[in-house]
Every structure is written in C-alpha cells, then in structure tokens.
C-alpha cells in the first residue's frame, strides 16, 4: 500500500520569496515520486520526477525536491516565486508492483502576493 | 508531437443516464490511466489498460467500466450517474515502467444534474 500526505492545503508567499511545499509518502517498497503542477481547468504538468538517481531531483521552471528516505519526505522548492507559479501543486507516488498507477496527495494550493 | 486528447471537455447529463468519455494517449504510448477528481475526494485512480488489458482497479463501483481498443484508444462508461459522479475526469497516458512519465489530457469535466 503506498499513501502521500502534503501538509497545508494552502500555501501563500510574496513574489520573490521562497517556496516550499511539503510531501510525506508511505510506500512498502523503494517508491517513485513525483511533482504534478495544475493551472485551472487545465490537466496536469510534470514538474519533476524521482526514480532513485540522485535524490536532489531539478525540474522545470526553477522547480527542485529533494528524497528523504530517513524522513519519507520528498519537499519541492523554489528559491523565488513569480505570479506565474500561482496554481494547484500535486505529489504523488507509484513503485514497480503498480504499473502506472498514480497515488496523489490532497493538493496544495500556491498563492504568490504581489 | 500532440498530447493526450480527451473528449468532449464539458458534458452535463441527467441522473440515471450513461455516459461515455473518450481518451486519445499519445502515439506510441501503450498504457491508459484514468483518474476522478474532485474538491472532496481529490484525484482519485479509477483503472489502467495496457495492451487492452485493464492491468489496475481503483476503489469504485462497477458502474464505472473501462476499455481499451487496439490503437490505445481509451474509453471510459459511466452508467446509472448519480450526483456524485460530478467530476473532473483525466486521462494519462504513459510509454511503460512505473518510472515513466504520464502525460495527461486536459480532461472532461463532467456535470450530472
């Protein structure tokens, strides 16, 4: 069985101050994992993935997580949020007995300040 | 190169009836996934087809059916709807292997009244 919490649903910075976003999994076996970026009405964009290489993993738009296997965490950043970055942000989870199945956490929601 | 296509994006229908949605993957992409999302629920996995095989089953009832045609073609059934099949649906498609990357439509959003 494999789960992902993401703490706080909401998330809000300044323009130009720090993201951080927070995923915890649960995964019985070494677990994939990745960051999915929703715009409204819009599917889902892959920010970056984990596929055990290097635990510091860079994506796309300045985006970068980093695999905690000590802490089963997997925290997106970003060193400067734009306005741009204002959207929905997913991290889910899969393993090699799951095929393509995709566990998604709640969702948290960027809001960037001017 | 195009992405997944899904149809039709918007679709209101009536309690009681059926309804089908169509997923177009992207070419040479052999694997279909199917997710409902929701304000309450979030994204939630419904199946997975490979090869026209469903190869994974979420947790829904029977009344969501799924199949796969031999170009990839997806199609998702919904039959009897009730109010809370009012949904986001999204289709992904992948090339295979856990580690590859669903690429996902923009899905068909679904309004049961």
């Known amino acids: 069985a494999q789960s992902v919490t993401q703490l706080g649903s909401h998330v809000s910075v300044s323009e130009g101050a720090l993201v951080l976003l927070r995923c915890n999994y649960s995964?019985?076996?070494?677990?994939?994992l990745f960051w999915y970026v929703q715009y409204p009405n819009q599917g889902l964009q892959l920010l970056l993935k984990?596929?055990?290489?290097?635990?510091l993993v860079k994506g796309i738009n300045g985006f970068e997580a980093e695999f905690k296997k000590s802490e089963t965490s997997f925290h997106l950043t970003k060193p400067s949020a734009h306005m741009s970055d204002a959207a929905e942000y997913f991290c889910?989870?899969?393993?090699?007995?799951?095929?393509?199945?995709?566990?998604f956490g709640g969702g948290t929601r960027l809001m960037v300040k001017p | 190169k195009a992405g997944v296509t899904q149809t039709p994006r918007y679709l209101i229908k009536t309690r009681g009836q059926q309804v089908t949605l169509s997923c177009s993957p992207i070419s040479g992409h052999r694997s279909v996934s199917w997710y409902q999302q929701t304000p309450g629920q979030g994204l939630q996995f419904l199946f997975e087809y490979f090869s026209e095989t469903q190869r994974n089953k979420g947790n829904f009832p029977g009344r969501f059916s799924g199949r796969q045609f031999s170009n990839s073609r997806s199609e998702m059934n919904v039959s009897t709807l009730e109010l809370g099949d009012s949904a986001l649906y999204l289709c992904?498609?992948?090339?295979?292997?856990?580690?590859?990357?669903?690429?996902f439509g923009q899905g068909t959003r679904l309004t049961v009244v």
């Open positions: 992904a498609s992948s090339i295979e292997g856990a580690a590859t990357e669903a690429f």
């Open positions: 995964s019985s076996v070494p677990p994939y």
């Open positions: 984990y596929t055990s290489a290097a635990t």
């Open positions: 889910a989870v899969t393993n090699n007995n799951a095929g393509n199945m995709l566990t």
